[in-house]
């Protein structure tokens, strides 16, 4: 295990602490002059130096103990091991009091599911705080504790780019790095961006003990699932960022939702009575056959929004062959391949497939992430249909429940 002794091989690494303030608000009605300090905020605590430089020490860290943890588990000595281990770091902390509580260590299986999905989530938390990728520069911004939104400036190339902070930690995930001007700024942001890729850690640890819990009652065994390497799961990352660019209208759906309820995110649009949110389904299908097969093994459709490349294409289509002078897709039209796809679903729906696709082949062109590489106007239709999708299934979910 890594050591906060400066005298560690490995050099010495901080004990983090959690920020009590928001994230940064940033002046972005114009850029400032980047030579001006920048003003300090009274109300904003303090915050441990945490260089980029420190980030692989830390992910190795803590990829360390939960290894270590895993295996006690397994081996079913995890009381005794936890009792002996002295962690040195609050982020390690965290880690063992989860599989403390027993949370993670209730019939841990020792099939090929458990592994496969138990390094899928290793995997998933060190693509959320990169170590190398794409970066951008930051060069003003302030910290304010009272402010309820929190945005930043970045600069790329000639052009400054407004985004807020939890995009600039979504966008992590695509290989998208941001450098501060001071390394306050930049420490606050890694500590940040580390806590929370590590809530995804525990949070998939989690699900994955409670879907062997599940499957130990049963004679069928879960499929591994978690990290798969499959186009999909890149194009659910995208739909995700596409739903909350504005306010948080999804949510990612937990490993055992998604294993055992086929539920990849939860929908929170105005109007949904399901606390929990409206399950949704993302498929990155263009072939309808396909899409009707996957579509047949579910248990209740009706009660679940549906997004894909086809649901989005039959939406589109049907609005503009309701208004064929409307000028409402302009942008989208101007992106595709040819002309007179809209009206088109099945055509539409190959091409917009392939959008999707070229925008997740090129995924640090723009600061935000991929999702702005596509038109205005098709994001704006993504989260209104899936708005309104999603009322009609929580709807069918509310008519069901009240009649049994």
Known sequence: MTSTDPDHPKGRLISF??????????????????????????????????????????????????????????????AHFVNTLEPYTQEENRIVDAYREGALSRSPGKGDFRIHNFTAALRRFHQAVPTAGKSFE?????WDKESATSNMVVVEGDRTVSLTAEQAIAASKWGIKFRFANEEDQSRFNTRLLAKALDGLIGDLQGIARIDVYFSRKKSAPRALLGEARAGARFEDLILDILREHEPLASRASIDQDVIQKTDLRIHAEGVANGKGCRAQVKYIADPKVHARELAAFRLPEEYVIISPITIADGIASAANFDPKSRRFHALDQALPEQNLLGNSRALGYALQGLFRQALQEPTLDPRGPAFLLPTDLRDFIRSYVSEAAIIADGARTKRKQAS
């Open 17 to 78: 602490r959690e920020i009590n303030a928001d994230l940064p608000t940033v002046h972005d009605q114009s850029l400032p002059d980047i030579t001006e300090k920048a003003p300090e905020s009274k109300s904003v605590e303090p915050v441990d130096p945490f260089p980029d430089s420190a980030i692989p020490y830390m992910l190795e860290s803590i990829e360390g103990i939960v290894q270590q943890l895993e295996n006690a588990s397994r081996a079913g000595h995890l």
């Open 138 to 142: 930051v060069p003003f911004v302030s």
